[in-house]
């Protein structure tokens, strides 16, 4: 079974510019997740996609970060205007539909894309 | 609100001696506890999960770990390490009913030869 992927692997801009992250999850799986991983600290949930919805995006800085899953499979994540503070890991996981899936269901989790900015 | 406080930020063990890796959890509901391990430039792996069942948890690569509701404590273990264990260990918490996960700020663990 593939596992979740995810491109680009590693990405350097400068401030102020924009940037895309894209994820493919496990096909079947309904839930979709975007987690931001600063060096030296645990994941941080930025957005739930449940399908093409927007489950819980309350994390998420909305002036700079926008996110997407308009067929609900594949998403997109983008930085516009990229700050110095947004250098991460911004991780893809996804998760089984909530209906199919028992207490503590199980996310995969992409290897991330590791972003750079100068 | 839930949270975990992973009590160690870096553990260093001799090949072949045990693992402890320390967690606390905060939760006001029945919590699901999970332990996920991060190898250099690789994707978090789920190591095992506690869901209300069985409160000895084992895992993959023979950790283990023990939910004590008690001491809201769910510390991970290994019997005897190996040098492919080196790598960031994060303990993560997540309410029934609430699949957001919220981690800790991990474990590096170390194995000296």
């Known amino acids: 079974e593939a596992g979740v992927a995810q491109s680009p692997r590693y990405k350097i801009i400068e401030k102020r510019q924009s940037v895309a992250f894209w994820c493919n999850p496990i096909?079947?799986?309904?839930?979709l997740y975007w987690y931001q991983q600063i060096l030296g600290q645990g994941p941080k949930l930025l957005i739930q996609f449940q399908n093409n919805g927007v489950v819980d995006d309350s994390q998420l800085p909305k002036d700079r970060f926008s996110a997407e899953r308009l067929k609900g499979v594949d998403s997109t994540l983008k930085i516009q205007p990229a700050k110095l503070e947004d250098s991460a890991v911004y991780l893809c996981?996804?998760?089984?539909?909530?209906?199919?899936?028992?207490?503590?269901?199980?996310?995969?989790f992409g290897p991330g894309t590791r972003l750079l900015v100068l | 609100a839930q949270s975990v406080t992973q009590l160690d930020s870096h553990v260093s063990v001799s090949e072949g001696t045990p693992v402890l890796l320390r967690c606390n959890y905060s939760?006001?509901?029945?919590?699901?506890l999970f332990w996920y391990v991060q190898h250099p430039n690789k994707g978090l792996q789920l190591l095992l999960k506690?869901?209300?069942?069985?409160?000895l948890v084992k895992g993959i690569n023979g950790f283990e770990a023990e939910f004590k509701k008690s001491e809201t404590s769910f510390h991970l273990t290994k019997p005897s390490a190996h040098m492919s264990d080196a790598a960031e260990y994060f303990c993560v918490v997540s309410e029934i009913g609430n699949e957001k996960l919220t981690f800790g700020t991990g474990t590096r663990l170390t194995i000296i030869p």
């Open positions: 996981a996804s998760s089984l539909d909530p209906a199919n899936r028992g207490p503590g269901e199980t996310q995969y």
């Open positions: 096909s079947g799986h309904a839930t």
């Open positions: 939760s006001s509901y029945s919590p699901s």
């Open positions: 506690y869901t209300s069942a069985a409160t």
